[in-house]
């Protein structure tokens, strides 16, 4: 009595199974990936903004005369950094 009622083909039936476990286990990779690049992505748009906002300050400061050539030169090269 092989076949439906007993326990020749498994759960899945007919083989099924390693294709389920397979597409479930590129499922999780493809989440994983996707969730690593979302926040690269956003870790560097955060850093890179805030790289711009200081520079623009610094360029704010130098312009109203608030720091020499020299500060500025030297400030400018540490946000860079």
């Known amino acids: 009595m092989m076949g439906y009622g007993g326990y020749g083909y498994g759960m899945m039936g007919?083989?099924?199974g390693w294709?389920?476990?397979?597409a479930?286990?590129?499922?999780?990779?493809?989440a994983v990936v996707a969730l690593v690049r979302?926040?690269?992505r956003t870790n560097h748009t955060d850093t890179h903004?805030?790289?711009?906002n200081a520079i623009s300050i610094l360029d704010e400061r130098y312009a109203k005369g608030e720091i020499t050539?020299?500060?500025y030169r030297k400030k400018k090269a540490e946000i860079k950094s």
């Open 69 to 71: 050539d020299e500060e």
């Open 38 to 40: 979302y926040l690269q």
């Open 14 to 16: 007919y083989g099924w």
């Open 24 to 30: 479930t286990l590129v499922i999780i990779v493809l």
């Open 49 to 52: 903004s805030s790289h711009g």
């Open 19 to 22: 294709i389920m476990m397979l």
